[in-house]
């Protein structure tokens, strides 16, 4: 399984983008999708994640403001980012859960500026 992660940029602090994820077959075997992303000097952190029944998971500092979804007859998942603030610079990497296996895809890069 290869993900294509693509959609990121640079934005100015209040605008909107929308990341993709592609993936190579299938998503419909997946346990559930999502997106991390990881800032300069910091931890990578958990975005949002949507499981094959639908349910939705935000953290704390995007909710609201950004939307997961998935496309299963195109195999891609998405990430609606509105009001982007500065504090959302990071690369951001799609991922993919079956059994016991994550597959990640290469990251894409997000820039808000102040």
């Known amino acids: 399984v290869q993900l294509q992660a693509s959609g990121g940029g640079l934005v100015q602090a209040g605008g909107s983008l929308r990341l993709s994820c592609a993936a190579s077959?299938?998503?419909?075997?997946?346990?559930?999708m999502g997106w991390h992303r990881q800032a300069p000097g910091k931890q990578r952190e958990l975005v949002a994640s949507?499981?094959?029944?639908?349910?939705?998971n935000y953290a704390d500092s995007v909710t609201g403001r950004f939307t997961i979804s998935q496309d299963n007859a195109k195999n891609t998942m998405y990430l609606q980012m509105v009001s982007l603030k500065p504090e959302d610079t990071a690369v951001y990497y799609c991922?993919?859960?079956?059994?016991?296996?994550?597959?990640w895809g290469q990251g894409t890069l997000v820039t808000v500026s102040s």
């Open positions: 991922f993919a859960s079956r059994l016991s296996r994550t597959y």
């Open positions: 077959g299938s998503i419909s075997s997946f346990r559930s």
């Open positions: 949507i499981t094959s029944a639908g349910s939705t």
